[in-house]
């Protein structure tokens, strides 16, 4: 039988899902969600930070991108997700790299792909699983990586593809969109509590509005408390060792900055109209509300 919830997720890169999203798919799946990941590269160009692998990075052998594959099993089966996919096959889309570098430019470069392409290869994923919800990035990937805003126009056309008859006939129209970012207010108690820390991970920032992936609050669609689900996140984090250093600000900000109880997560709901939520902020508290 299939499940009655459905949730499809896009992310760039191996541990994407894990630091912004891990707490709610872990929450979903064990609710009994159907979760599904779209990964769209293998991550090979992912700095290492575990010196003995150091020599898998791209510049050496190159042999990053294999490794994070088991990387991101384990991270799955700490989230208690079993259904993941690589965007076009393993391999068929490589890491950018980040904005404006020669890695941009390979051949197969995923911030190169034919938009048109790689969304008819996802396009088909969603009419397959029929998921009522995806999650990916905002317009600007969350921090402006390329890879992360390549998804985002995928992911957006292929939303609008699936919604068409494909070969078979067959069509499915997703109901909600929901883009994950971090309200203004967590992060202006973030910079407050990091200021005079020697392990600021604004590296000395003082202007929440001149941080990524800040949203004001009342632009927020959705607050979702996974905090059930924390040490599941964090079994995900560890998992990714080579690119997740627990004193790294990624880790700190999925950590919610000591702020916030871990594993709760906020989105901007991009598509769809709002359900009924119990958040003072009228913050919807389940991605599937009101369908």
Not at 69 to 91: H, M, N, P, Y
Request: net charge negative; with cysteine.
């Amino acid at each position: 039988m299939i499940p009655s919830r459905r949730l499809l997720l896009v992310h760039a890169h191996p541990d994407d899902e894990t630091i912004t999203t891990g707490a709610t798919m872990a929450r979903y799946a064990a609710e009994g969600a159907h979760v599904t990941l779209v990964t769209c590269t293998l991550g090979e160009e992912g700095e290492v930070l575990v010196p003995s692998l150091a020599g898998l990075a791209s510049d050496q052998a190159d042999q990053l991108g294999g490794y994070r594959i088991g990387e991101l099993a384990k991270a799955l089966d700490a989230l208690g997700v079993t259904d993941q996919r690589f965007l076009g096959g393993t391999g068929r889309y490589r890491d950018s790299g980040m904005i404006g570098t020669p890695q941009n430019d390979h051949p197969r470069a995923f911030w190169r792909a034919d938009v048109s392409v790689a969304a008819a290869e996802l396009a088909a994923v969603i009419r397959e699983v029929r998921p009522q919800v995806v999650v990916t990035y905002d317009p600007d990937g969350l921090y402006g990586h390329p890879d992360h805003i390549q998804a985002h126009r995928v992911t957006m056309r292929a939303i609008e593809l699936a919604s068409q008859p494909g070969e078979d006939g067959d069509a499915w129209r997703v109901r909600k969109v929901y883009w994950p970012s971090e309200p203004r207010s967590l992060l202006a108690r973030g910079i407050e509590r990091f200021a005079t820390s020697a392990e600021n991970p604004f590296a000395g920032e003082r202007d929440v509005d001149a941080l990524p992936f800040v949203t004001p609050d009342e632009k927020l669609g959705a607050r979702i408390d996974a905090s059930a689900y924390a040490e599941a996140k964090r079994a995900a984090m560890r998992a990714h060792a080579t690119q997740v250093d627990p004193g790294t600000w990624l880790h700190v900000l999925a950590e919610n900055l000591g702020v916030e109880p871990v594993g709760v997560e906020y989105y901007i709901r991009a598509v769809g109209e709002a359900g009924p939520g119990t958040d003072p902020h009228g913050w919807e508290d389940d991605l599937f509300a009101g369908l």
